[in-house]
């Protein structure tokens, strides 16, 4: 009898209970490992992020200085493409920056490529700089 008992008290214990994987989406949503850039950030990840934010800074004070940002009041200035950008910090290591400008408009983001959650920092020509990861679970539209 006992013999009996205890395989099958092992196998209702193994599928009831939480798996590993269940634990780490608890912390991080649906994400399967820890966030790089939460409250517990690592000194190295805070520092790739920081250097991150510097070169949005960089992109949208390079954007809106020099000549061809002095227009006539009312007209927008001429935007141009990221290569010709004196920018000087390098993107750092895992991001990816994706840099988009039509002349009139612009708009970039700076993916952390490393990081399980997809933190990323985005802007565009009205210089207000965004920070944070994308919404968790699947996309809806919900009828008004």
């Not at 850039?37 to 510097?54: I, T």
Request: with cysteine; hydrophobic share 35%.
């Amino acid at each position: 009898m006992v013999k009996q008992i205890v395989p099958a008290t092992l196998f209702i214990y193994i599928m009831v209970s939480p798996s590993p994987t269940s634990f780490a989406q608890g912390r991080t949503g649906v994400f399967p490992l820890p966030c790089l850039h939460d409250p517990a950030e690592q000194p190295n990840e805070r520092s790739r992020r920081e250097q991150a934010l510097k070169i949005a800074r960089q992109i949208n004070l390079a954007e809106h200085s020099g000549p061809r940002a002095s227009t006539i009041p009312g007209q927008s200035p001429d935007f141009l493409p990221f290569e010709q950008l004196p920018i000087v910090l390098p993107v750092p290591t895992g991001f990816r920056l994706q840099f988009k400008a039509d002349g009139k408009t612009y708009a970039f983001s700076l993916k952390d490529t490393l990081d399980s959650c997809h933190f990323s920092i985005f802007s565009d020509q009205d210089q207000w700089i965004y920070q944070g990861t994308p919404q968790t679970g699947p996309s809806t539209v919900e009828a008004r």
